[in-house]
Nanobody, 125 residues
C-alpha cells in the first residue's frame, strides 16, 4: 500500500495549487481520505477530508478556499487550494481511513491508517 502526495510548490499569496494523492495497492473509493498539514514547530492538523458518501469536512481555516475531490478512475484524490496565504505554508500529507463511517469523515489523524509522504507548499507574502 502506498500513497503519494504531489503538486506542492512555491506560490505567491492569493495564488492556487492543486495537490494530488495517488494510491497504489488500495482503491481510494473504498476509503475515507484526508489531507493534513504540518508547519515547522506546529502540530499536524487536519485540513479537509472526504467520506465514502462524498461528504466533506473542512477545517475552519480553509473553508471556502480549499476543495477536495475524488477521481476514482485515476485512484486519486485532489486537493484544490485557492487564495493561498502564508499561514498555509506547510508539508501536506494525504491519508486513508480503512474503517470509515459512510456519511462523515474525521479530521483526526488517529482515524487514518495509511499515510503518504508529504509535499511542501510554501506561500510567499
Amino acid at each position: 500500500v502506498q500513497l503519494q502526495a504531489s503538486g506542492g510548490g512555491l506560490v505567491q499569496a492569493g495564488g492556487s495549487l492543486r495537490l494530488s494523492c495517488k494510491a497504489s495497492g488500495l482503491s481510494l473509493e473504498n476509503y475515507a481520505v484526508g489531507w493534513f498539514r504540518q508547519a515547522p514547530g506546529k502540530e499536524r492538523e487536519g485540513v479537509l477530508c472526504v467520506s465514502l458518501s462524498g461528504n466533506t469536512n473542512a477545517a475552519r481555516s480553509v473553508q471556502g478556499r480549499f476543495v477536495i475531490r475524488r477521481d476514482n478512475a485515476e485512484n486519486t484524490v485532489w486537493l484544490q487550494m485557492f487564495n493561498l496565504q502564508p499561514e498555509d505554508t506547510a508539508e501536506y500529507y494525504c491519508a486513508a481511513d480503512r474503517d470509515p463511517r459512510f456519511r462523515d469523515c474525521s479530521l483526526s489523524s488517529s482515524e487514518f491508517d495509511f499515510w503518504g509522504l508529504g509535499t511542501q507548499v510554501t506561500v510567499s507574502s
